[in-house]
């Protein structure tokens, strides 16, 4: 059986491998829950860094080579812990003043018990052909994770494929919809670049640009949470030369790159342009009431224990 935490557990989780924008929806339901009154902690994997913990984020210690990237980026946005085994992590959380978890990826780690659980869709990729690793992107068959779903966040301009629009109707599933917002970035009209990005879908970021009106004069997608290289910045810098355009990344990359220390990746560092994006809900009514009535269920329904107490007790 899942261990209960002593405060509500929120997931945020997708039903593919990598690249559904699960990190800005985290910042963004981070944001409301403290216009709500909560003190939300995260409680990421740390995926690419080498600490298991559990361990308190510091950005002033810690690079990407330790926490991973998505970390210190949250880092900006609230307490976070790095923890392999989610369940100690939190419990580092809550004895440290969480009044709700947010838990960083996890949908399909069964350890820990979750109170809500919210499904990121990059409406742009999809579902790709429906079917689960190796054979396609998904994590699990759709029909069992719309099963431990209590909603789906379309994130993009197009529509929900039509085989999770079924599936989130037979369920009663609610679905929210929102977009991925650059922040205060409208003089990147008209300027050449060189865009760089190792992300889920890099060609995304370089799309973005191009609706800002930006002129792409070259791209260079790398891996998914890419550990940037001292050869990889002098190659980057080289290429920025040779095009006579100034280079330009995303927040996520710009993290890792700060875990460069030799004259190239500083350079690097110091000469590239960072494109911020805030994920923008359409409905926050909608959301707050969703987010509202699920802690008051939490709080209400269960006797939580400390996790790893081994008890899993419902109140009566």
């Known amino acids: 059986m899942p261990e209960r935490a002593s405060v509500p557990v929120i997931c945020i989780g997708n039903f593919t491998a990598g690249g559904a924008g699960k990190t800005p929806t985290a910042i963004a339901l981070a944001r409301r829950l403290v216009q709500l009154g909560e003190t939300p902690h995260f409680v990421s994997r740390g995926y690419g860094g080498h600490e298991t913990g559990p361990l308190r984020v510091d950005p002033s210690c810690h690079t990407s080579q330790d926490v991973g990237d998505e970390p210190l980026l949250l880092n900006q946005y609230g307490p976070v812990w790095v923890a392999q085994d989610r369940v100690a992590g939190a419990l580092s959380a809550e004895t440290a003043g969480a009044s709700v978890i947010l838990l960083d990826d996890g949908f399909q780690n069964p350890a820990l018990h979750k109170d809500l659980s919210l499904l990121v869709v990059d409406t742009g990729a999809g579902v790709g052909n429906g079917a689960v690793l190796p054979a396609g992107p998904l994590r699990e068959p759709l029909a069992a994770a719309i099963k431990r779903t209590h909603g789906l966040i379309a994130l993009g301009s197009a529509a929900l494929p039509d085989s999770l629009t079924r599936l989130a109707h037979g369920s009663a ?98 000469t590239t342009t960072v494109l911020p994006v805030s994920a923008i809900f359409d409905e926050l009514t909608k959301l707050d009431t969703l987010l509202v009535q699920h802690l008051k269920a939490a709080r209400a329904s269960h006797t939580y224990a400390p996790p790893g107490s081994g008890r899993d007790t419902q109140a009566h």
């Open 173 to 270: 599933v609610p679905v929210f919809t929102a977009r991925l917002k650059p922040e205060a970035e409208a003089h990147l009209a008209g300027q050449k670049l060189l865009a760089f990005a190792g992300i889920g879908r890099p060609e995304k970021f370089f799309t973005t640009l191009q609706e800002l009106g930006a002129k792409i004069i070259g791209t260079k997608p790398f891996p998914d949470h890419h550990p940037f290289t001292e050869d990889d910045a002098q190659g980057l810098l080289d290429l920025s030369a040779k095009m006579e355009a100034p280079l330009i990344t995303t927040e996520k990359d710009m993290v890792r790159l700060r875990a460069l220390t030799g004259p190239a990746g500083v350079r690097l560092r110091d």
